[in-house]
């Protein structure tokens, strides 16, 4: 199987969210059907010093599973509509993630979860273990150019974190 390794996630997220890139993730739906879509866009959140980490707010109910050890599913519902996908990284106690916010066919993290019915019920998942979901090999990452910006709709988090290049992008 090509299913990415508990070793992929267990590293920082800025070497993690760009890796992730042209892999595929993997979801086997209820009814049994697999699907496969190349991730094209992806943004990092790297702890307690990142304005805008969830983290930045300490541990809560809600980031506890951002200080497990990478390669769990971090869901939370944003707007109160849209589930927004986070894949952890890193070591435990460490809380960082990467949202998932492109893949092939579906720009935007909303639209995403929404067509892949990924709900709260993926909250903590582990992606070595699912058979609903995982991330396996994709393209070489010389095989693919990445594009850095700003992360999107952070304003809140203060010029120097809604500024850094941790949006990265196929291009």
Sequence with gaps: MNRLTRDFFMRDVLEVAPGLLGKTLVRKQENGIIKKYLITEVEAYKGEKDLACHASKGRTP???????????????????MYWMLNF???IKDTPQAVLIRGIEGYNGPGKLTRNLFIDKSF?????????????????KQN???????????????????KNKLWRFVMG
Excluded at 62 to 80: P, S
Excluded at 123 to 139: D, F, I, P
Excluded at 143 to 161: V, W
């Design 62 to 80: 809600r980031t506890e599973i951002m200080y497990h050890e990478g390669g769990h599913i971090y869901i939370y519902l944003i707007y109160g």
């Design 88 to 90: 952890v990284t890193a």
């Design 123 to 139: 909250y903590g998942e582990n992606l070595n273990s699912s058979g609903r979901l995982w991330v396996e090999k994709g393209l």
């Design 143 to 161: 095989e693919i150019k990445i594009k850095t910006t700003p992360r999107i709709g952070i304003d809140y988090a203060g010029e120097i974190y």
